[in-house]
């Protein structure tokens, strides 16, 4: 029975994603698992995988459509096997109209003022007030009562996104003139942007828009607070000598994955921090899923490593490895960054002492990790030459405290200390 190709969502807060081209072509045979296509998400370009085996017997957006999450892209079934009826819901659902209301909307409001030029994109069901825009930018102009034909798009075509609204709503406006009998308070302007000939322009990448907006979201809705512990990795480096000794070049054990799996254990008693906040309630995840920020050319992302606390620190070494590499070589699947419940951030190898991350929305907590140095210390009264690490939790005050998040960071410290406890 022919089945559907559908466009999957790759993260919580995907609505949309492009599909840059087909790997395969129509008539081809598909095995699942085959790599069949790539698309390109906020965050990254990455795999699209079959998860059904047949012959690829109809593409339905070609190369270059933005896609929203869950819309069909292909059909793949028996060589000979009748589609019609799948070619027709699929013509039906692109035809379908919008509510009454909101063609009336639309035709209200073009009475009003003429709908400002966006090249040739007609008035449509598909593009209300005929501006391509994003569901999401379209809802957000909606709330904040912003003209999406006063907005520039920076997406394919001229679509406006998210991320262009926002940069609307950020620049400055004129305000209303304060009465002649009241104290005017100082004057606050943005700062103006550079340009002409001795600046280069450089448009802002998918995935440099994605992080803006996330940080943003993140450093203006959440109440972080931050608790730096330092931590003895004497024990845990001699026994990452003496593991990687019987290990061959592409099995090593790294620093980052001792400190992911003892993360990951530490978690278990503390399941505030393995949660999200959700408005009236805090949503504690039944799975201890440890992410790794992972520099990127023009960005960063996050591998996630499934139920890490319960993973052998091998195969937390291998996973990391694997989707570390996917990630700098572009070919990441979905799977790669689906799921974190819990981030890790390590600078440690830029030579960096100490730093904060930035929660990562939804979760409660991001660790930052700096470079494990040899520092003086005194032991017993004495100097001596001790070996340590400087770790940060940033965590939101909505969902934990300061005691809370302090006894987290005694227990990662006990883990780090007593390494053997990381192989049982």
């Known amino acids: 029975m022919a089945e559907y190709i559908v466009m999957p969502k790759l993260g919580f807060d995907m609505r949309e994603g492009v599909l840059n081209n087909w790997l395969k072509e129509v008539g081809d045979q598909i095995n699942k698992g085959d790599v069949v296509a790539e698309i390109e998400s906020d965050k990254a370009t990455l795999e699209l995988e079959a998860q059904v085996s047949g012959t690829l017997l109809a593409v ?15 059909v793949v079934g028996e060589a000979d096997e009748d589609i019609s009826a799948l070619l027709e819901g699929k013509a039906s659902a692109a035809a379908k109209p919008q509510p009454a ?6 035709a209200a409001d073009s009475e009003v003022k003429p709908v400002a030029d966006k090249g040739s994109t007609a008035v449509s069901a598909e593009f209300p007030g005929g501006v391509k825009a994003t569901p999401v930018a379209r809802r957000l102009a909606e709330e904040r009562d912003v003209d999406l034909a006063q907005v520039s798009g920076s997406g394919p075509g001229g679509r406006v996104r998210r991320a262009d609204v926002e940069a609307y709503l950020a620049q400055p406006t004129p305000a209303a003139a304060p009465p002649v009998s009241a104290p005017t308070a100082p004057k606050t302007t943005a700062t103006a942007v550079p340009s002409g000939p001795d600046v280069e322009e450089i448009n802002l990448t998918r995935l440099r828009q994605a992080i803006g907006r996330r940080m943003v979201e993140s450093k203006t809705t959440v109440p972080h607070f931050y608790i730096t512990t330092e931590i003895d990795m004497a024990a845990a480096m001699a026994l990452r000598q003496q593991i990687n000794a019987t290990l061959p070049p592409e099995s090593k054990v790294t620093v980052n994955d001792l ?9 278990r008693d503390f399941p505030n921090l393995n949660a999200a906040f959700a408005g009236d309630k805090i949503m504690r995840h039944k799975h201890i899923n440890v992410g790794s920020a992972v520099a990127v050319e023009g960005g960063l992302l996050t ?17 990391n490895r694997a989707m570390i590499g996917r990630a700098r070589d572009g070919k990441m699947k979905p799977e790669d960054v689906e799921g974190g419940t819990f981030t890790v951030s390590n600078l440690g190898v830029y030579d960096v002492d100490h730093f904060i991350a930035i929660i990562n929305p939804p979760d409660a907590a991001i660790l ?35 005691a809370e998040a302090a006894q987290y960071m005694q227990a990662l410290q006990a883990l780090l200390e007593s390494p053997l406890r990381l192989l049982l």
Do not use: F, W, Y
């Not at 993973?311 to 937390?316: D, E, G, H, R």
């Open 60 to 74: 339905l957006e070609e190369a270059g459509a933005v896609v929203p999450i869950g819309a069909n892209l292909a």
């Open 101 to 106: 209301v909101a063609t009336e909307a639309v």
């Open 259 to 267: 400190i992911v799996k003892a993360v990951a254990l530490a978690l």
């Open 303 to 319: 591998v996630v490593q499934k139920d890490t606390d319960t993973s052998t620190l091998s195969k937390v070494a291998t996973d």
């Open 368 to 402: 930052a990790v700096g470079s494990v140095k040899q520092v003086p210390v005194v032991v017993d009264g004495a100097l001596a030459i001790g070996t340590r690490m400087k770790a940060t939790i940033s965590a939101d005050h909505r969902v934990t405290d300061g």
